[in-house]
């Protein structure tokens, strides 16, 4: 589980990441980053029901992402906010799921 202080909850939050950051896209996934003044990286997750109409599938996507970030909090350069979106599509395996995250976050320059 992501520690409370690493996670994205409030409205405002997800807002000015959304109208302020900077895009990254990779098969199924979207990372929309932007700085942070704070002392660690938050992340929020957004799965609609495009991805799925089963509310137990989006949030099994999200616990598997989550954990995906957790480990690699401790490498990230920067504190940074940043809100995943999970496409249509996505992959279940854990280990495909993984790499394109790395991808990104490599894309972006941050780990």
């Known amino acids: 589980m992501l520690a409370?202080?690493?996670?994205?909850?409030?409205k405002n939050d997800f807002d000015a990441v959304f109208k302020h950051g900077q895009g990254f896209k990779q098969g199924f996934l979207y990372f929309k980053i932007k700085n942070n003044d704070l002392k660690s990286s938050?992340?929020?997750?957004?799965v609609s029901k495009?991805?799925?109409?089963?509310?137990?599938e989006r949030n099994k996507i999200k616990r598997r992402l989550r954990e995906i970030i957790k480990k690699k909090l401790p490498a990230l350069k920067r504190p940074i906010d940043v809100v995943v979106i999970v496409s249509p599509g996505a992959e279940n395996d854990f280990k495909k799921l993984e790499?394109?995250?790395?991808?990104?976050?490599?894309?972006?320059?941050?780990?």
Not at 50 to 56: E, L, R, V
Request: no cysteine.
């Open 4 to 10: 409370q202080k690493n996670r994205l909850t409030k």
């Open 42 to 46: 938050r992340f929020g997750f957004v």
């Open 50 to 56: 495009k991805f799925s109409k089963k509310a137990t």
């Open 99 to 111: 790499e394109t995250v790395d991808t990104l976050l490599k894309k972006a320059k941050i780990l």
